[in-house]
């Protein structure tokens, strides 16, 4: 019997997030004292250490006092996408709608730059000073034409022309989308000659000899892919509870249940449950479909999937999922 055990352990955010809280309060000592773009400097220091919505938020008001507010949209926007159950949503929302209208009532023209994939990086020709740096991002343009510039590692850069036009039509969307190019390889002639004709001889009984069997490759996909349906359950399942902390926290607190401390004990565990949840969901996806693709570039010869049952074994602290392949 062949079991594969599926067991996930948590990252070490610890150290990361105290040095990201170090440099969140430099940065906010910095705002205090009014240097605002140092404390930005700091905030998103932060943010690279240990990616959390409180760093986004203070990132928004420091380009406020800025007078930036396409930098202050965009790290809001940031902030939403992050913790979509944050309990002053709807004022932000209202927030960047009131800065969208201001930035229009300059004349400035809102073009959302996009990428497929996101997160590249994204620049402007002519240069121009702007927090936003990487897709999704909005930026407002005076009207005219532009050039964006988009690049993500592994991705053939791309240039994209805008044409910045009536900020009364509202927004315009450049979406680049970046393909993998094939390098071209030049191979020396060689001669060709042809395939010795192979002569396989059955012994009587009709099977082959031990060892002649192929690697039954199909049965440790479908293993892996089960591996990868099971690592994403259980980021499910912590993405889900990180949520309902959250939302819990929140409501004891509107309640009068708990204080602001105890909120902010609880709602912090569950942001940490929520993160992890995310990455091991999206590692189990990943597993599953690397399992798929492998899958699909088998040769039709290969042997046929062996009988897969799933499971779960008991283990000293909890249990395990398993898959057992019957050899």
């Known amino acids: 019997m062949l079991a594969l055990n599926v067991a996930v352990v948590a990252p070490a955010f610890g150290q990361s997030y105290e040095e990201a809280e170090k440099k969140s309060n430099l940065g906010r000592a910095e705002y205090d004292k009014g240097r605002y773009e140092t404390a930005l400097g700091y905030f998103k220091e932060a943010f690279s250490l240990y990616p959390s919505e409180k760093y986004l938020f203070n990132c928004a008001k420091a380009c406020l006092r800025l007078d930036d507010p396409e ?9 939403l996408s992050f913790n979509p159950v944050a ?3 709807v004022q932000v929302e209202n927030e960047v709608k009131q800065l969208r209208e201001r930035l229009k009532k300059k004349g400035l023209v809102e073009v959302r730059l996009v990428s497929n994939p996101p997160k590249a990086s994204v620049r402007l020709v002519p240069e121009r000073r702007s927090e936003v740096t990487s897709t999704p991002g909005s930026v407002f343009l005076s009207p005219g034409e532009w050039k964006a510039l988009f690049s993500l590692e592994g991705y053939p850069s791309k240039e994209m022309l805008v044409e910045a036009r ?10 680049a989308v970046l393909r993998k190019g094939v390098e071209e390889v030049k191979l020396d002639p060689v001669e060709v000659k042809p395939d010795p004709v192979e002569v396989k001889v059955t012994p009587p009984n009709g099977l082959e000899k031990p060892g002649d069997a192929a690697f039954p490759m199909r049965a440790v996909l479908v293993a892996a892919g089960g591996a990868g349906v099971a690592v994403a ?7 889900y509870d990180g949520w309902s902390a959250m939302s819990d926290a929140r409501e004891k607190r509107d309640a009068n249940e708990i204080d602001q401390d105890e909120h902010n004990k609880r709602y912090g565990a569950g942001r940490d449950d929520y993160v992890l949840g995310q990455w091991i969901v999206g590692s189990g996806v990943l597993i599953a479909a690397a399992a798929a693709f492998t899958w699909a570039m088998l040769p039709g010869d290969q042997q046929a999937p062996l009988p897969v049952t799933p499971g779960v074994a008991p283990t000293p602290g909890g249990a395990v999922f398993c898959l057992d392949a019957a050899w």
Do not use: P
């Open 166 to 175: 009536d900020a009364g039509k509202g927004q315009i969307v450049v979406e």
């Open 87 to 89: 309990s002053d949503r």
């Open 233 to 239: 359950g259980v980021g499910g399942w912590f993405w």
């Open 71 to 79: 930098g202050a949209i965009y790290y809001y926007e940031q902030y």
